[in-house]
């Protein structure tokens, strides 16, 4: 089974702070994704990857960057957190050679303060 | 573009039929639907292809329009265990670089 792992389930930070929400997959996937979910938006993606220091903005990537060293990890950095960012953020990845099926982890409920 | 899904939300009975559509202004490569439980992860129900067929399993399937660029999930004799968020998302084509948009959204409701 396709394991997609966020390093927290709720977080809470303050304004101007620097906030790291961590993924990490264990299926050997190329493609990775952050989407963030809010009420009545529906899944808005905001950067995607599909190889290792390789990244792609999605629709609302602003106040936001990625990175990705590792095949295995994709990590979203919020700069200089606002409170218009608080929301849930979900990671998921997918095969490049398979049907475009997203696996995504449990996501992390952000709160800034 | 962003898909755009109807009904926004649905309340059901325990064992009544429901049909969720899912339009895009472009031509589409493919349609996945995944459901959302409350406080869980989207999980993948079903994905069709540009010349595919109708899909299911089970009592919940889904149909691919390519003129009309929409597709419809179909759920029947609804269980309580469908209640969720029903999100599709479309594929323009499955270049590297592609990606999935997703719609807003259906939130759908089954009473006992």
């Known amino acids: 089974d396709v394991k997609v792992t966020q390093s927290s389930r709720y977080l809470v930070k303050r304004t101007g702070e620097k906030v790291f929400l961590e993924c990490v997959q264990d299926?050997?996937?190329?493609?990775m994704f952050w989407y963030r979910q809010d009420p009545g938006l529906g899944l808005r993606l905001i950067y995607f990857s599909y190889d290792v220091k390789m990244k792609e903005k999605g629709d609302i990537p602003e106040g936001y960057s990625v990175s990705r060293e590792k095949k295995e990890r994709f990590s979203l950095i919020l700069e200089s957190a606002s409170t218009n960012q608080t929301s849930m953020y979900l990671c998921?990845?997918?095969?490049?050679?398979?049907?475009?099926?997203?696996?995504f982890g449990d996501g992390t409920r952000l709160s800034i303060l | 573009q962003q898909p755009v899904q109807s009904p926004q939300a649905v309340i059901l009975r325990e064992g009544e039929d429901a049909v969720i559509n899912c339009s895009s202004s472009k031509a589409l490569y493919s349609v996945h639907w995944y459901r959302q439980k409350h406080g869980e992860a989207p999980v993948f129900l079903m994905i069709l292809l540009k010349g595919g067929e109708q899909k299911g399993h089970e009592k919940i399937s889904a149909s691919f329009n390519e003129k009309k660029q929409q597709s419809s999930l179909y759920l029947t004799a609804s269980q309580l265990s469908y209640s969720g968020t029903y999100f599709c998302g479309t594929e323009i084509n499955r270049n590297r670089d592609d990606k999935i948009i997703f719609g807003k959204g259906t939130r759908l409701h089954i009473l006992p």
């Open positions: 998921a990845s997918s095969s490049r050679g398979g049907d475009g099926t997203q696996h």
């Open positions: 299926m050997d996937h190329e493609n």
